[in-house]
């Protein structure tokens, strides 16, 4: 199209305004055009390094090499242990106030809402997967990534490959598992306590009638609902680890660079977190 109004322009009886212009329009919606072409590209291939990243560490589960496997476990217990066990005493707090603040809300309106089925589809399809995958992010991602960035600063990485380590089965593939399944067992923590906390809370400081609430629950609350919870918080753990590590490896000699690589593995952990849930629930509940 702009090729044809360009011949038409210098064809016709147009004056030097209309073709400077048309020139002028023809230059710039190139390098727009051309400007989106070089990120959709650059996108697509961070997308498809990311596929490659986690086909690489999930490829070493299967394998299990024989060497380090002291170290392995050792990463993943302190990988737990840091993502999830210390992370209960902000989640906890956290859980208790979402849990009380939404009961509080549609307590007000059971009589035109079923309170039961409500709670649980805001916290255990939707506020619990992604509310731990945030904090987690907050907390795990971005140590992961400038734990890594050091040790590329550092050389460290290079020291295990002259070792005759696997970067990916000493350093990945640890920090995978550990986060993964504190992903899973901080978004079963949330729910509990959100529910069986957040009802206990507003019982005990208000004289909001609750009625039966534990018994609707019971009843809302499918197998599936808890399945559909695990799954995103599996994926989630998985999307986590992987942004953080590939952020983290990006990083190569600079160190001033390992501010913008934390935070870029942050903003792109939330970004794909949230795509993921709404494809996960449009396709379990759609």
Same mark, same amino acid.
């Given at each position: %199209?702009?090729?044809?109004? $360009?011949?038409?322009?210098?064809?016709?009886?147009? #004056?030097?305004?209309?073709?400077? /212009?048309?020139?002028?329009?023809?230059?710039? %919606?190139?390098?727009?055009?051309? !400007?989106?072409?070089?990120?959709?590209?650059?996108?697509? #291939?961070?997308?498809?390094?990311?596929?490659?990243?986690? $086909?690489? &560490?999930?490829?070493?589960?299967?394998? @299990?090499?024989?060497?380090? @496997?002291?170290?392995?476990? @050792?990463?993943?217990?302190?990988? +737990? $242990?840091?993502?999830?066990?210390?992370?209960?005493?902000?989640? &906890?707090?956290?859980?208790?106030? &979402?849990?009380?603040?939404?009961?509080?809300?549609?307590?007000?309106?059971?009589?035109?809402?079923?309170? *039961?089925?409500?709670?649980?589809?805001?916290?255990?399809?939707?506020?619990?997967?992604?509310?731990?995958?945030?904090?987690?992010?907050? @907390?795990?991602?971005?140590?992961?990534?400038?734990?890594? *960035?050091?040790? =590329?600063?550092? =050389?460290?990485?290079?020291?295990?490959?002259?070792?005759?380590?696997?970067? %990916?089965?000493?350093?990945?593939?640890?920090?995978?598992?550990?986060?993964?399944?504190?992903?899973?067992?901080?978004? +079963?923590?949330?729910?509990?306590?959100?529910?069986?906390?957040?009802?206990?809370?507003?019982?005990? /400081?208000? =004289?909001?009638?609750?009625? =039966?609430?534990?018994?609707? +629950? *019971?009843?809302?609350?499918?197998?599936?609902?808890?399945?559909?919870? /695990?799954?995103?918080?599996?994926?989630?753990?998985?999307?986590?680890?992987?942004?953080?590590?590939?952020?983290?490896?990006?990083?190569?000699?600079? &160190?001033?660079?390992?501010?913008?690589?934390? !935070?870029?593995?942050?903003?792109?952990?939330?970004?794909?977190?949230?795509?993921?849930?709404? +494809? /996960? !629930?449009?396709?379990?509940?759609?």
């Amino acid at each position: %199209m702009l090729k044809f109004l $360009y011949g038409w322009a210098l064809n016709s009886s147009a #004056n030097w305004v209309d073709l400077c /212009i048309l020139y002028i329009v023809k230059f710039h %919606m190139e390098q727009i055009l051309g !400007s989106i072409g070089r990120k959709t590209i650059k996108s697509v #291939n961070h997308v498809l390094d990311l596929c490659a990243l986690t $086909y690489r &560490i999930f490829t070493l589960i299967f394998k @299990r090499p024989q060497t380090g @496997r002291v170290i392995v476990k @050792r990463v993943v217990l302190e990988q +737990i $242990y840091f993502t999830c066990v210390e992370a209960l005493t902000i989640i &906890i707090p956290i859980a208790l106030l &979402i849990g009380s603040i939404l009961i509080v809300q549609f307590a007000k309106y059971a009589g035109h809402y079923d309170l *039961g089925k409500t709670t649980v589809i805001l916290i255990v399809r939707e506020l619990g997967p992604i509310v731990t995958a945030f904090l987690v992010i907050l @907390r795990s991602a971005t140590a992961v990534t400038i734990e890594i *960035g050091y040790m =590329n600063v550092l =050389n460290e990485i290079e020291a295990f490959e002259m070792a005759g380590l696997d970067p %990916m089965w000493i350093v990945c593939l640890p920090r995978m598992v550990g986060i993964t399944a504190a992903v899973c067992c901080l978004f +079963i923590v949330f729910d509990l306590v959100s529910i069986i906390g957040g009802y206990g809370l507003v019982w005990l /400081i208000t =004289n909001i009638p609750m009625g =039966n609430f534990l018994d609707q +629950i *019971g009843k809302a609350i499918t197998a599936a609902d808890i399945a559909v919870g /695990i799954v995103k918080a599996l994926c989630f753990g998985v999307i986590i680890t992987v942004t953080s590590l590939n952020h983290g490896f990006n990083i190569k000699k600079n &160190i001033t660079e390992i501010p913008v690589g934390t !935070s870029k593995a942050a903003i792109e952990s939330i970004i794909f977190c949230l795509i993921f849930n709404i +494809i /996960i !629930s449009a396709i379990f509940y759609l």
